[in-house]
């Protein structure tokens, strides 16, 4: 068997008192963003929160993952499901890759029907840079009503 994949989780602050129980789910199941290791072993090295905007913790963070051998980092659906989105997801990708060479991927488990509906209400995922952030974490509507 392959060595697993080892990744590091971070959440936005706004959920900083969530227990992970839909990301932990979503790794364990392979769906939402966790469904690009379907046919690996993936090790959780590390958990945190950004440490509230603009996101302190982003510089200090993945260090500590990375020495916990973090191959990837996510950075949770609440950053893009929130009200509103995060506003510093490319800001904080492009700095943990340049800073750490350390992957990132937007979303865990997959975006519940309810965000699904009110940001497609709101219209505030519009356009490519949103299409690209999104797509790991869409899912088929059966999917998304499971995690509401």
Do not use: S
């Given at each position: 068997m392959s060595e697993p994949v080892r990744i590091g989780i971070i959440i936005c602050d706004r959920y900083r008192t969530c227990a992970g129980?839909?990301?932990?789910?979503?790794?364990?199941?392979?769906?939402?963003?966790?469904?690009?290791?379907?046919?690996?072993?993936?090790?959780?090295?590390?958990?945190?929160?950004?440490?509230?905007?603009?996101?302190?913790?982003i510089e200090y963070a993945p260090e500590e993952m990375k020495k916990n051998g973090a191959?990837?980092?996510?950075?949770?659906?609440?950053?893009?499901?929130?009200?509103?989105?995060?506003?510093?997801?490319?800001?904080?990708?492009?700095?943990?890759?340049?800073?750490?060479?350390?992957?990132?991927?937007?979303?865990?488990?997959?975006i519940p029907q309810k965000y699904f509906l009110t940001h497609a209400q709101c219209g505030t995922w519009c356009g490519d840079t949103w299409k690209d952030a999104l797509q790991p974490t869409l899912a088929d509507e059966r999917t998304r009503l499971a995690y509401d």
């Open positions: 129980g839909k990301c932990l789910r979503a790794l364990h199941a392979r769906e939402g963003a966790f469904a690009a290791y379907a046919d690996r072993e993936v090790q959780l090295v590390g958990w945190t929160t950004c440490a509230g905007c603009p996101g302190g913790n191959e990837v980092i996510h950075l949770a659906t609440g950053f893009l499901v929130g009200y509103p989105p995060c506003p510093h997801l490319e800001y904080f990708r492009t700095f943990i890759k340049e800073k750490y060479g350390i992957p990132v991927v937007f979303g865990t488990h997959p």
